[in-house]
């Protein structure tokens, strides 16, 4: 049975992280104290710099012979479940693979690569202790090596595959266009010789 005293402990740990979101986006979107140029500037500083430190902060204090593998494996299930899902949802949904492919990669991001650490920790520490956090970290250690590199190796290849079809439907599109001229121009002189023979 969850008690409020329970509930209290997540609000505590969750509140200062919301409040700063919300005081970020209002600094920029209603009260206009920050540009939308500065609001980059801030986001790329805490993508490039903050939540490194921080991720190698908890990462650097990980004991990998004190890990839970059994939740790792689980962990692992449920992320080839997602996929297999995904791939077969792509099948079925869409005559464009570019697209499908795509949305299957921002859907398979969304659901399982979370911001664990900034989120997960306070929340589960609130919930659980240190064996929370522990579990938390452990998630995201694996995620960083496992499968944000192979989700970083697909995008790269989907890219070259991507690219490759935009320039096959250039070329294409091109070569339909100059077969159309080809085809006007010798429609039109033909008719006008035709005219000529007929005067």
Known sequence: MIEWEDVYKVV??????????ILGYGSVKWWKIFSPEQGGAIN??????TLPLYTFDFTAHVDPFQWNY??????????T??????????KLSSKDDSHAVA?????????????????????MKAMYGQIGVDIVVQ??????????TLLFVKLCEIEKYLRLEIDRKIERKADQDSR???LL?????????SKKKQN
Not at 103 to 123: A, D, F, K, Q, R
Not at 139 to 148: A, E, G, H, L, N
Not at 185 to 193: S, V
């Open 185 to 193: 121009n010798h429609g039109i002189h033909g008719g006008l010789t």
């Open 180 to 182: 159309r001229k080809v």
């Open 44 to 49: 790329r500083f805490a993508c490039f710099f």
């Open 12 to 21: 505590e740990a969750m509140a200062p992280l919301y409040v700063a979101l």
């Open 70 to 79: 059994r939740f790792i494996g689980a962990d692992a299930i449920s992320k």
């Open 103 to 123: 949305w299957s990669i921002t859907s398979y991001s969304l659901s399982t690569l979370t911001n664990s650490l900034v989120v997960g920790v306070p929340l």
């Open 81 to 90: 479940i997602i996929v297999v899902v995904l791939a077969f949802w792509a």
């Open 139 to 148: 998630s995201s250690v694996v995620q960083s090596i496992i499968w944000m």
